[in-house]
């Protein structure tokens, strides 16, 4: 098991910037695929983003490629979201989550078994 804690959201302008953080315990991170889900109000959890568990693959949404940007520095237990250009219909609560990286989709949350708590990011228009 991992344990997942985000930090980072906040409020910001339509087309800044703002990078998510998320610290995993656990001596197992290095073997996980990331992935970073988000839920607007109203709204299906989406996949946004997704790393393997080398780093050496990516994967995102079309909703937000070319604007986010998924690392993994594995001495610091920790994956990050760099979003830029920001916009409104970015708000939503995001959360970050960890799976086998052998298993599964990528794209899909029902592959993910940790999760953390989530962090709120508003894009203000």
């Known amino acids: 098991q991992v344990q997942l804690v985000e930090s980072g959201g906040g409020l910001v302008q339509a087309g800044g910037s703002l990078r998510l953080s998320c610290a995993a315990s656990?001596?197992?991170?290095?073997?996980?695929?990331m992935g970073w889900f988000r839920q607007a109000p109203g709204k299906e959890r989406e996949f946004a983003a997704a790393?393997?568990?080398?780093?050496?693959?990516?994967f995102y949404a079309d909703s937000v490629k070319g604007r986010f940007t998924i690392s993994r520095d594995t001495a610091k237990n920790t994956v990050y979201l760099q979003m830029n250009s920001l916009k409104p219909e970015d708000t939503a609560v995001y959360y970050c989550?960890?799976?086998?990286?052998?298993?599964?989709?990528?794209?899909?949350?029902?592959?993910?078994?940790?999760w953390g708590q989530g962090t709120q990011v508003t894009g203000s228009s």
């Open positions: 790393i393997t568990w080398s780093g050496g693959s990516s």
């Open positions: 656990g001596r197992t991170f290095s073997t996980y695929a």
């Open positions: 989550a960890a799976k086998a990286d052998y298993l599964g989709s990528y794209y899909h949350d029902n592959q993910y078994d940790n």
